[in-house]
């Protein structure tokens, strides 16, 4: 009864690779993010979506394409790899809307490594 | 840049000691949240403070939040060796969709 999950949790590729993260969530929200952490433990937003219309685009590479085929499920793809997109990447989701914001729910995570 | 800036970067303390952590930020906020990140794990909410209030608890927690300074404490009360892991300030900008964290604190709790 997981309620964000991931896959995979980890993930080791060649540069100029391309990849697929999926998230989904059980918990019935309308509000999906994707999160970037960096080696320092820095978490940016990257990404989110709203009844599946993408809502917040942050400044981050056309290599990087979040899809949302339902309100459950968020994934992203990234094309042509680089050693800089090496990170932790977090799905999360949210009851929020922009005047009710709520806490969020975080999957595990997924461990990007690129070599 | 980022909207919060988390003070101290590394705390560490006694087990049955207290720990307070500290958040600042930028411009006005809506509300304010607190995470926890366990080693490798994802981030777990511990506690939402709207701009409109100025202390919440939760168990061994207490948050307080001073709108006028721009900042807000995180005290972890009787702390315990399973409170290590890192906190997250974040907060949630006015009319935005989005939470800006701060950079975090790493709490270690020596048994």
């Known amino acids: 009864d997981t309620a964000v999950s991931q896959t995979p949790k980890y993930l080791v590729t060649q540069m100029g690779n391309d990849k697929s993260i999926k998230c989904e969530q059980n918990l019935g929200h309308d509000t999906m993010y994707w999160y970037k952490q960096d080696s320092k433990k820095f978490l940016k937003i990257m990404f989110s979506?709203?009844?599946?219309?993408?809502?917040i685009n942050e400044t981050v590479p056309n290599r990087f394409s979040p899809k949302s085929p339902d309100k459950a499920h968020l994934n992203l793809h990234i094309n042509s790899l680089e050693l800089g997109d090496s990170a932790v990447y977090f799905c999360a989701s949210s009851q929020s809307t922009r005047d009710r914001p709520y806490e969020q729910y975080f999957g595990p995570g997924t461990r990007l490594t690129v070599t | 840049s980022q909207q919060g800036e988390e003070d101290p970067q590394a705390l560490s303390i006694q087990e049955g000691e207290n720990a307070t952590m500290n958040c600042s930020y930028k411009?006005?906020?809506?509300?304010l949240q607190w995470y926890r990140q366990n080693s490798g794990r994802g981030l777990v909410h511990l506690i939402l403070?709207?701009?409109?209030?100025r202390e919440k608890h939760s168990g061994r927690l207490r948050v307080t939040l001073d709108t006028s300074k721009k900042s807000s404490s995180l005290l972890i009360t009787a702390s315990r060796a399973a409170d290590t892991a890192s906190y997250f300030c974040a907060t949630w900008m006015d009319s935005s969709y989005k939470l800006i964290f701060g950079s975090g604190t790493r709490l270690l709790v020596r048994p």
């Open positions: 403070i709207r701009s409109n209030e």
């Open positions: 411009t006005s906020i809506n509300n």
């Open positions: 979506y709203n009844n599946k219309e993408l809502i």
